[in-house]
């Protein structure tokens, strides 16, 4: 069982309030219809007022929501799976058999649903509001020739009335036919419906495909790369499946900016679109040079195997997410980036080629090669030292035995807010810790003397002018021979996540 | 946790903030609220002391000789009071649709006594002149006003009331042994018990007639009336005239039983404007409902007021062949026209026949723009299975909601509605003017002889219209709008009181859709079905589920 996001925070707002307001308008509508007493007839029509102004507010401020986000959409009608979805309901569901449509987060709703809200919003939504303002201000519309009698009024409010109530018990009966009983309501609740792997697994990959969509159009200039919002909630999506975690929203728009690059390959494995950021990580200057050129171009041997491999994949139907792959930039160097993709396909469905987002980790990757390599060869090689502390992108440093700085690099000091290497060089380690950070750390430090490697620790740091950061550590032994003179190790920059997490 | 927050502030907060508003926020203000504490009474007082003057200072033997004296220096004013109502006791007014005709007590019929005409000795006790004993009364003479009646300040002056006894005078002159001097010296402004003489005690004694005028107003609580009030918490002890407002000798108001038009009437928003309540929805309702219609939610609060009147079963004697006099009947129902009154009093009385009295009276209500019809003496009746109403007022829902003249919207009032049966000739298909008040034998008056034939035969000739000699009864209604005995705001009708599924005081108004009473029961019964059925299927629907899923494990 998966979770996956569906409800975005102002739909759940507003799924819930309507909720609200209808039961009440119910219940104090057919009060004042005189089928019961509760709040006395009086309190009855000056709440069911109230409530009807709340109404029109909400549906003012939702349906501006729905146009703004491009959310209507949802609400075409459509008869693509509209037999099967009733079928479904009329027999499938007692053979247990799988729903014909999934939930993601642009296809919320299957066709009955499309067609149920849509009546709802341009029928009876409508009418109710139009007969409620005409019962209200009828004193007003009375004398003007008008309207000359409250009764088809009140008729069509009470029609209207009878059908939503109806609407409304289908409509919590259905919520009940999720994954389990109360998949549904959850998923109105938090936003993350539960699914079946199966099931998760397709949405993903429908938002995936939709994300495309919407980035394609954005580059090709068709659509607007305004649609941020969807773009980004299915990058959750798949980030997520790629194991980053971007909880924060600047880190995750930070991540959009810099380095998530786009491409586009047609089925022959020729490259038909790259964005800039696919451009910069690849280290070429122009777009033409790329377009037009074969997938397996700037490879190694392995990479060429590899690649081939995916996009065969991809080409016959599948979908990959977070792939390592290794690329050779322009300039020959040797890169790292993850890469998601999935095919894109004709209105008749035939595959004309894929395309996907790559994600730099090269930093991470040599980081991590270098560390592999410095285990490998038995710690002692200074690969490591020379890889990691020229990096732009992780912190290096060594610390001696005693516990003093001996060698920082550059990105440590900015991370720090250090201006020189010799304003900490020297100093103890325990400077930039409170007393508990220092002891949790302590720990660790007396472990990775005593010869062992400790990866991805979190921890605080205070930097010099005062404020709080959180970095992930690694570190690992420096030896001399074959004792242990000290520990050096990395770290990477955490501090949105946690704030974010905070 | 933060999933927890995150439900927190985006369901449960706008809820909390939703109903907040909804239950507290008060939209329904109006802007132009007029409240009752700005309204001012203003009266004016006489700055003269009528005991001083030198005219004044003698026995009067006549009260024609004190009306001669106040018109010494009062001149003119007998002019101008000969030409009111008061004294013509009919008035020229227009009944919509039909012409100008004079109407008034001389010449209409009512449910009650019947009618003047014939019987003017007795009925004159209450005419503001002396002498009106027939139907000769020199209406020109105006020695023959009767100031004191109404300007009497030493509360000492009466009319007789020839049924006292054999001795006293008739035909409106003062009862005997009053003292003509001293009243004439003190006479003053009309106060409540001036004009309460004769309208507290119309139709033969307190609050007979009216049902919402009655002697307890001269000394009574705001619970009782707000504007009279006397006793009591804040009690503003209006006079008559505070509301009905009185300049040469005419006074404002408009009693529909004698009038028709909407002309010279008093209305509660000439003080209170149209907007008196803070709520705008209040106010709006203003549009379709009289003020009284809440604001009177019962009637003849203090003493008992007629609703019907039998006169067949009126000539009969107890055993000894002896009239019946006042006798209080047992029993507290009586059945009427196919509807029974509950808690009411009863008595028989062999000049009058049944009479039926009630007290804290649930009025009945009825669409009325401001205009009346009458039945005119000479006007053949046309129907007599149905109770034939008196003074049928014009209105309805329809001339509100398109009104033929904008100044005369139909609104709901409530309304005594006085029943009876009364005696009229079936070959003629005319009502009888029966006489009815005289103590001599053989004169034809029905109570003195207890004959209905000789009684109609009289009363038809004296007022020239032809009698076949045959006479029945007819159910009459005729219709008493109300306008006193107003309750404080706190005991004035509820919402409820009439938008009410089961009880609904307008239950009798049809022809409009009124929330909360009315409902279309095909769509009701339909709807409910609607929802039995979408209950029923998803149960089905729901259980095959449930049995389909165990199967398939």
Partial sequence: ?502 | MKKFIEFIFIIIVPWIIILWIVFTFTRDKDRNYYPTKDIVIKHDTVPVDHSKFAVLQKKFETPQDVTKTCLTCHNGRGKEFIRTPHWLWKQKDTIPGRGIFDLGKRDLLNDFCIGVNSNENLCSMCHAGYGYSNKNFDFHNQNNIDCLVCHDNTGTYHKSNPCLGSNNPKAGLPALGTNLTNVAQHVGETHKNNCGSCHFTGGGGNNVKHGDLELGLLQCTRDFDVHMASKGENAKNLRCEDCHKTENHNITGHLYSVASSANNRVTCEECHTDRPHKSKLLNNHFKIIACQTCHIPVYAKGFHTKIIWDWSTATKMDKNGKPIFDKDLPGNTYAYDGKTYHNVQLQYDSRHGTAVFQKDVKPEYVWFNGTANHHLLHDKIADTTHPLILNPLFGSYHDNVEPGDPRHPSKIWPVKVMRGKQPYDPVNMLLIQPKLASRIKGSGALWADYNWEASCETGMKYIGLPYSGHYAFLKTESMWLLNHEVSPSGKALQCADCHNTNNSRLKNLTGFYLPGRDHSSVLDISGVIFIILILLGVIIHGTLRIVSNKKNH
């Fill in chain 1, 1 to 502: 069982m998966k979770r996956v996001l569906i409800y975005k925070r102002y739909e759940r707002f507003w799924h819930w309030t309507q909720a609200l307001l209808i039961l009440l308008l119910a219940l104090t509508g057919f009060e004042v219809h005189g089928v019961y007493h509760i709040f006395g007839y009086q309190e009855a029509v000056f709440v069911h007022r109230n409530l009807a102004w709340a109404f029109i507010i909400l549906i003012v401020f939702s349906q501006f929501w729905n146009m703004v986000t491009g959310e209507w959409r949802q609400y075409i009608p459509s008869t693509k799976m509209l037999k099967a979805q009733i079928e479904y309901y009329i027999t499938g569901i007692f053979r247990q058999a799988p729903h014909p449509t999934r939930k993601t987060v642009y296809n919320k709703f299957n066709p009955l649903q499309r067609l149920t809200y849509l009546g709802l919003r341009v029928l009876i939504i409508p009418v109710m509001v139009f007969s409620g303002l005409l019962y209200m201000y009828y004193t007003y519309f009375v004398n003007q020739q008008v309207v000359h009698d409250l009764r088809p009024i009140a008729y069509f409010h009470t029609i209207g009335a009878f059908l939503l109530l109806g609407f409304v018990v289908v409509h919590v009966y259905l919520t009940t036919t999720g994954h389990k009983p109360l998949s549904a309501i959850k998923a109105m609740i938090t936003g993350w419906e539960e699914m079946s792997n199966e099931d998760a697994e397709v949405a993903l990959e429908e938002n995936l495909e939709v994300a495309m969509v919407q980035t394609r159009k954005g580059i090709s200039g068709k659509g607007s790369i305004e649609k941020e919002g969807m773009f980004e909630t299915a990058f959750e999506d798949v980030v997520e499946k790629l194991g980053i975690e971007t909880e924060s929203t600047r880190l995750r728009a930070r991540l959009i900016d810099s380095n998530v690059g786009y491409f586009r390959i047609n089925k022959d494995g020729i490259y038909e679109e790259v964005n800039d950021a696919w451009l910069n990580l690849y280290k070429c200057t122009n777009k033409k040079d790329v377009i037009g050129s074969h997938v397996t171009l700037d490879r190694t041997p392995e990479g060429k195997k590899q690649i081939m491999k995916l996009v065969n994949t991809v080409l016959n139907g599948g979908t990959i997410t977070g792939e390592r792959v290794e690329r050779v930039c322009k300039d020959g160097s040797i890169g790292y980036h993850t890469v998601s993709a999935t095919s894109y396909k004709d209105k008749n469905g035939n595959i004309l080629g894929l395309e996907g987002f790559i994600i730099d980790i090269t930093h991470q990757v040599e980081a991590e090669r270098a560390l592999e390599k410095k285990i490998t060869s038995q710690y002692k090689s200074d690969d490591f030292y020379q890889l990691v502390s020229a990096s732009n992108d992780v912190g290096y440093f060594r610390i001696g035995k005693d516990g003093f700085y001996q060698e920082v690099n550059d990105t440590w000091l900015e991370l720090y807010k250090y201006g020189s290497k010799d304003e900490i060089i020297g100093k103890h380690y325990s400077l930039s810790r409170t007393k508990d950070d220092f002891i949790a750390l302590k720990n660790s430090v007396d472990r990775v003397l005593k010869g062992e490697t400790i990866p991805f620790g979190i921890t605080r740091r205070y930097c010099k002018d005062g404020s709080v950061g959180y970095h992930h550590i690694t570190m690992t032994p420096v030896y001399k021979g074959d004792d242990i003179v000290g520990f050096e190790g990395f770290i990477v920059d955490k501090t949105d996540k946690k704030l974010a997490e905070e």
